[in-house]
């Protein structure tokens, strides 16, 4: 079982930055890949960014080269740093690990004003 908690969500205006965490409990996190998806009202859950315990990332193609994932195993949190946001990147942003069959976060809302 992983119990995960996101924080560091908030409003923010366009071209601003925020820092998503999200803290794990669990040994399995060491050896999940983790990964941040976000749910617009009225849209399907998608995937924001993927890490792997090596260290690999993936990264949706409309957050590449704005946002960054990253992790630290010795303290079990994942990062989400977002930056050049924007009013499309709103959205409720969840915390992941091992896959969209794995366990899931409560939530942090993020909104981008104009």
């Known amino acids: 079982q992983v119990q995960l908690v996101e924080s560091g969500g908030g409003l923010v205006q366009a071209g601003g930055s925020l820092r998503l965490s999200c803290s794990a409990s669990?040994?399995?996190?060491?050896?999940?890949?983790m990964g941040w998806y976000r749910q617009a009202p009225g849209k399907q859950r998608d995937l924001v960014a993927r890490i792997t315990w090596g260290g690999s990332t993936n990264y949706a193609d409309s957050v590449k080269d704005r946002f960054t994932i990253s992790r630290d195993n010795a303290k079990n949190t994942v990062y989400l740093q977002m930056n050049s946001l924007k009013p499309e990147d709103t959205a409720v942003y969840y915390c992941n690990s091992g896959g969209r069959a794995g366990f899931w976060g409560q939530g942090t809302q993020v909104t981008v004003s104009s």
């Open positions: 669990g040994s399995i996190f060491s050896i999940n890949p």
